[in-house]
Nanobody, 116 residues
Framework: VQLQAFGGGLVQAGGSLRLSCAAS????????MGWYRQAPGEQRELVAT???????NYGDSVKGRFTISRDNAKNTVTLQMNSLKPEDTAVYYC???????????WGQGTLVTVSS
């Protein structure tokens, strides 16, 4: 299983970014997909997860600003990030979890930097 994340970059506060993650080597339909982030000196934290077909869970700090979606046909999960704040600056990691086995996979991480 491989996860490839795309879309990080530098944006001003109040702006938007869209992250995408493509999974290969697995059929994602019955998996939990999501995004986590880790800021310098901080622990990795939940951003959002999504189960098939569309049950979502968001971290408190991103509720109302970020939207997660998935396309099982394309084996992708996407994170639309709006109203970005400097405190959203972090490396964002794509995650795929197999609920029945507990197997957990991570992408390589993509850096999001929000300037004030």
């Amino acid at each position: 299983v491989q996860l490839q994340a795309f879309g990080g970059g530098l944006v001003q506060a109040g702006g938007s970014l869209r992250l995408s993650c493509a999974a290969s080597g697995i059929v994602v339909r019955y998996t939990l997909m999501g995004w986590y982030r880790q800021a310098p000196g901080e622990q990795r934290e939940l951003v959002a997860t999504i189960a098939t077909p569309s049950t979502t869970n968001y971290g408190d700090s991103v509720k109302g600003r970020f939207t997660i979606s998935r396309d099982n046909a394309k084996n992708t999960v996407t994170l639309q990030m709006n109203s970005l704040k400097p405190e959203d600056t972090a490396v964002y990691y794509c995650n795929l979890n197999l609920p029945y086995s507990g197997s957990n996979y991570w992408g390589q991480g993509t850096l999001v930097t929000v300037s004030s």
